[in-house]
C-alpha cells in the first residue's frame, strides 16, 4: 500500500473525527476506495472505535432511479436514518467509478429524492463526520490529468500540517467576525451581504478532508448585487459554467448561464430557500491549485471565493432551508474582498500578507 494512504487514514482517524474508544463509526465507500476503507479500519480499530462500512455506487444509484417510481422516491429510508441516528462518527469516501451516471436521470426526479434525504442529511451534519476523496482512475480522467499526477495532487492537498493551517484560518475568522458584513468585487461582481449575528467557521479539516476555507451564512434578505462565477462545476452529472447570478433583497432576479442554464434553472426553482443565498465563503488552500471538477477541492482553492445557494449551516446561525446546497465559484486573483470598510483580501493578498 502506498504510505500516503495510511498517512490520509490517520489524519481522517485523528484529526477529522478525533475517534476515541467505544465511537460507533460508519464509513460509506464506492468500490474504489477500498484501499483507503482498508487502511480506516486499522487506524479506527487501534482508536478504540468499531466500524460498519457500507457499499454505494453511483452506477447502483442509477439504476435505482431506472426502477422507482415517484412514489417511492419519497419513501424515507427509515433504515438509514436509524443506523445515522445511532453512529457517532460518519465517514464518506468518495472514488467514482461513473461521475456522469446520473446525468441522464431527470433532475425533478433527483431532487424529489433529495428532499426525502434531507432528514437524513441533517443528523449526519450533527455527528462527528468526515468527507474525503481516494485517488482513481475516474478523477484523474475528470482534473485531465494521469493517475499518478492526480495522487500527487490530493495527497498535496491532503497530507499537510492541518494544526498550522488552522491558526491561520482561525486568525481570518476572528477577523471577519469583528465586522458585521462582507463584500466581493471583481470582474462583473460586487456582491454585498450582512452577516450580523452569523458565525464564521475555519474549515480545517475538521470535516471535509481536504478542507481550506472560511465560511458563513449570509443574513437571507441582506444579499444585494451581482456576481459571476468563472469556474466550471459538476451539478447532476452535468458540467454547468459561466453562471451570473443578480440578487435584489436575498433572492436571485436574473441569472444566466453559458453551459448548461436549463440545469441552474432547475436548480434555483427547486423551492423557495434555493433562490437565496445559505453560504459566502473565502478559499485558503493553496495546495490546490487548479480545479478538477470536484467540489470538495475546487471550492477550497486558494484565492477564490465561493457561494451556495440553498440550504444554510446551522453552525452559522443560517436560516435558510432547501433541498439543495450548490456551491458555485470564482478566483479573485483581479478582485477585492471586504469586511466592513477594511480591505481583507486583494489581488493575491490576504490582509496578513499585505
Request: aromatic fraction near 8%; glycine fraction near 8%.
Amino acid at each position: 500500500m502506498d504510505p500516503r494512504v495510511e498517512e490520509h487514514a490517520k489524519i481522517i482517524t485523528e484529526w477529522s473525527t478525533s475517534i476515541k474508544p467505544g465511537d460507533m463509526v460508519v464509513i460509506n465507500s464506492s468500490p474504489d476506495g477500498h484501499e483507503l476503507v482498508v487502511a480506516l479500519h486499522k487506524t479506527i480499530a487501534k482508536a478504540g472505535g468499531r466500524v460498519v462500512t457500507l457499499m454505494t455506487s453511483e452506477e447502483a444509484a442509477r439504476a435505482y432511479y431506472d426502477g422507482a417510481s415517484d412514489e417511492t422516491l419519497q419513501i424515507v429510508p427509515e433504515h438509514m436514518k436509524a443506523l445515522t441516528e445511532s453512529c457517532d462518527v460518519y465517514i464518506v469516501i468518495r472514488s467514482p467509478v461513473n461521475t456522469k451516471a446520473l446525468a441522464n436521470v431527470d433532475p425533478k426526479r433527483i431532487m424529489i429524492n433529495s428532499k426525502t434525504q434531507q432528514e437524513i442529511q441533517g443528523i449526519r451534519l450533527g455527528k462527528r463526520w468526515s468527507l474525503t476523496v481516494h485517488p482513481c482512475q475516474t478523477l484523474a480522467q475528470q482534473a485531465n490529468m494521469g493517475l499518478e499526477e492526480y495522487r500527487d495532487f490530493v495527497y498535496g492537498a491532503t497530507l499537510i500540517d492541518w494544526a498550522e493551517e488552522s491558526k491561520m484560518m482561525h486568525v481570518m475568522k476572528e477577523h471577519l467576525e469583528n465586522h458585521k458584513d462582507i463584500r466581493f468585487v471583481g470582474p462583473e461582481t460586487d456582491l454585498y451581504a450582512s452577516t450580523e449575528g452569523r458565525i464564521w467557521i475555519a474549515s480545517d479539516g475538521k470535516h471535509n478532508m481536504p478542507s481550506g476555507e472560511v465560511f458563513t451564512a449570509p443574513v437571507e434578505d441582506t444579499v444585494e448585487g451581482k456576481i459571476y462565477f468563472d469556474i466550471p462545476f459538476l451539478q447532476q452529472g452535468k458540467v454547468i459554467e459561466g453562471v451570473r447570478l443578480t440578487f435584489e433583497k436575498g433572492e436571485v432576479v436574473d441569472f444566466s448561464a453559458e453551459k448548461e442554464e436549463a440545469t441552474l434553472k432547475q436548480i434555483i426553482e427547486i423551492d423557495e430557500g434555493s433562490r437565496r443565498l445559505g453560504e459566502m465563503a473565502i478559499g485558503t488552500n493553496r495546495g490546490i491549485k487548479q480545479y478538477t471538477l470536484n467540489m470538495l477541492f475546487d471550492e477550497k482553492i486558494g484565492d477564490t471565493i465561493h457561494c451556495a445557494l440553498g440550504r444554510a449551516y446551522k453552525d452559522n446561525n443560517g436560516t435558510n432551508e432547501s433541498a439543495v446546497h450548490v456551491d458555485m465559484i470564482k478566483t479573485m486573483h483581479e478582485g477585492e474582498i471586504y469586511a466592513g470598510d477594511e480591505l481583507i483580501y486583494s489581488k493575491g493578498k490576504y490582509f496578513y500578507e499585505m
